[in-house]
């Protein structure tokens, strides 16, 4: 009989178990239901809507665990509703009035500066409390430039509204206006045929063309057409002048998509490094070379490579055939050329030749013989104590910057090092670290980061379609340059980079940048760089925001490069995403459009890279209110 009811009592206690089973079920689901619903209630501020009433599958017991998902967790969260409100604020314009501002040369702030030497005209930058918090507009029916080459040639009027140089070099074909645009037919006070013409006669006295010459330097640049027909020789050219009474020479410069920055020889070093230039041009740039004990040509030599040449026209070059219209003494162009030639001298060059309005002299390839002749020279003296690549707000002295050592006395080494031919210079391993000058960086680091950038910019082209558009950007700058891999890796687009090598870097690289054929210059990031606004078509910023954590607001830095970006724009910034989400506000607020994407190697990367673009806007027609807002499109 037990046995008889034993499955009777076990049946009876699978159902038991099957109906406490169903229960535990039942139990799971309504927890499961109502965590949901609550959660809903919390994040909905106390409703629920219709379209959060969707169905969430719960996980029971016994049941196939979740599929787990490593995806980067390194994205930006949406704001809490009480940060939306501050995200969306708007920086405001700045008045019309502003639209050609450089905060450095503002032209009231200068004049309180002492006029000797021209000190006015150097960097003065405004104080914290005086540094302006808007963005600058660009004039009434401005227009995307004129691409390259067709830029070298004209510019809109409207971009640049100044016809002051088509009056005041009228006769000297520097620029002419017609109709709503400016021509530029390559003409300069010093060479009236024309700047190709020009720089032919200077080829006929050195070799331009077999690539021993890529970098020079052109200091009173007026509109640049010297380095603008240079480019047509594979030589880039750092043409600069100050902000003065030749109203928007750098300007028209850089509108025309030439290199230049607003500068002057004064009291302080250009921001360059040593030895970085093979070619250092002047046309009557009213510079006085043999005045102050030599200390302009002595600045010159600093920035002069081993080898370079120094090219003057002008006063007072060939002063017998031109004193009267110089409207100049003999006696006082005579001593002007005496003054300079003895400089010169005790400079150790050597002048090649003077053949009618061109004079040519070439620095010495090492200071060998220099030295040995210091004895009877005595002035200048050799640099002791500065760095000679050190060129930020650092005073000229009247002492001769030494070159680096030679290991035998051969006349014809190179000091610091031979460099290739352009276009093998941009590839090969710079002498600077080929000397192991700059500590931490090696050969192998040279040339991985060369392939680096190559892979990052391809990246890069893949998400920007302007810059993959050839010819879309003419005015690149990099604002952390470091190797110059951005620059190299655009070298056979037609682009030109302004590498910056910020003065807080670790490690001061300029110099190898201009080891490579490549340009650039000294900048803290803190302080407006001294040039126009809308300068440039595209801005790189690599870690610059993570470099000046805690240095100066991030604001004030986006709002420069605001300022020095162009209408329709672009910007890639790559840095960590904690640093990017804090920038992207600001760029909001800017009214830029911008994404965050993944870096290059893959979503597990803490560095992301974001992309922006300035949107199109202008100051007001003449003829509307002041409080009418800005032109958009």
């Not at 050195?206 to 200091?219: E, H, V």
């Not at 500590?439 to 680096?452: M, R």
């Not at 001061?508 to 490579?516: A, Q």
């Amino acid at each position: 009989m037990a046995n008889d009811r034993w499955p009777s009592k076990l049946s009876k206690l699978s159902v038991r178990a099957k109906q406490t089973n169903l229960y535990r079920v039942i139990l799971v689901a309504f927890l499961c239901a109502a965590s949901y619903f609550f959660g809903i209630w919390q994040h909905s501020g106390g409703g629920i809507s219709r379209e959060s009433l969707t169905s969430v599958p719960c996980t029971f017991p016994h049941q196939t665990s979740p599929i787990l998902t490593f995806a980067s967790r390194h994205t930006s969260p949406d704001p809490p509703p009480s940060d939306m409100t501050a995200r969306v604020v708007k920086i405001p314009s700045c008045g019309v009035e502003f639209s050609e501002y450089t905060p450095c040369e503002f032209v009231k702030r200068s004049l309180s500066f002492p006029r000797e030497r021209l000190i006015y005209r150097e960097r003065h930058c405004p104080k914290k409390e005086e540094i302006l918090r808007c963005r600058i507009p660009a004039p009434y029916g401005y227009k995307v430039p004129f691409r390259w080459p067709e830029s070298r040639d004209k510019a809109w009027f409207a971009n640049v509204p100044h016809t002051e140089l088509t009056v005041e070099k009228k006769n000297q074909n520097w620029v002419r206006y017609e109709k709503d645009r400016f021509l530029f037919p390559g003409g300069g006070t010093m060479f009236p045929r024309g700047a190709d013409a020009y720089i032919d006669e200077i080829g006929r006295l050195i070799n331009l063309r077999d690539g021993s010459i890529r970098t020079a330097i052109d200091t009173g640049c007026g509109v640049a057409s010297f380095g603008a027909y240079l480019m047509s020789r594979n030589i880039v050219t750092m043409s600069f002048a100050p902000r003065d009474t030749h109203e928007a020479q750098v300007q028209f410069a850089l509108e025309r998509g030439v290199p230049a920055i607003l500068g002057v020889l004064a009291s302080i070093r250009l921001p360059f490094p040593a030895r970085a230039f093979d070619m250092a041009h002047c046309s009557r740039c009213l510079i006085p070379w043999g005045q102050y004990n030599g200390t302009y040509l002595i600045e010159v030599d600093r920035v002069l490579r081993p080898g370079g040449y120094w090219i003057l026209s002008g006063p007072p070059v060939n002063w017998q055939k031109h004193w009267k219209g110089w409207e100049r003494t003999r006696d006082d162009l005579n001593s002007e050329q005496t003054q300079i030639e003895r400089v010169a001298r005790s400079l150790c060059w050597k002048k090649l030749v003077q053949r009618e309005d061109l004079a040519v002299w070439q620095k010495p390839t090492n200071h060998i013989h220099c030295k040995r002749n210091r004895i009877a020279l005595r002035r200048p003296p050799f640099c002791h104590r500065t760095q000679p690549d050190q060129a930020w707000y650092t005073k000229l002295e009247e002492c001769l910057t030494p070159l680096p050592e030679v290991t035998g006395s051969e006349i014809k080494e190179v000091a610091g090092g031979k460099l290739a031919r352009w276009p093998e210079r941009l590839n090969a391993v710079p002498p600077r670290i080929r000397s192991g000058s700059l500590q931490g960086i090696t050969e192998d680091d040279f040339v991985s980061n060369t392939e680096t950038w190559q892979r990052r910019v391809s990246y890069y082209k893949s998400f920007d379609q302007q810059l993959a558009e050839t010819g879309r950007y003419r005015n690149l700058l990099d604002m952390n340059a470091h190797l110059g891999g951005f620059a190299s890796a655009l070298v056979d687009d037609p682009v030109w980079v302004m590498n910056v090598v910020p003065v807080e870097a670790t490690v001061n690289t300029l110099g190898v940048i201009y080891e490579r054929g490549l340009i650039g210059t000294y900048q803290n990031w803190c302080e407006a760089m001294s040039t126009y606004p809308r300068t440039y078509d595209f801005v790189h910023a690599d870690s610059v925001f993570s470099m000046y954590k805690d240095k100066c607001d991030m604001e004030d830095i986006l709002l420069e490069m605001d300022r020095i970006l162009r209408p329709k724009g672009s910007v890639i910034i790559r840095d960590d995403i904690d640093v990017l989400t804090k920038v992207k506000k600001i760029t909001d607020a800017m009214q830029w459009e911008g994404r965050i994407v993944d870096h290059e190697n893959g979503p597990l990367e803490r560095e992301k890279i974001l992309f922006l673009v300035k949107e199109y806007w202008t100051a007001p027609a003449p003829d509307q209110s002041s409080d009418s807002g800005s032109s958009w499109n």
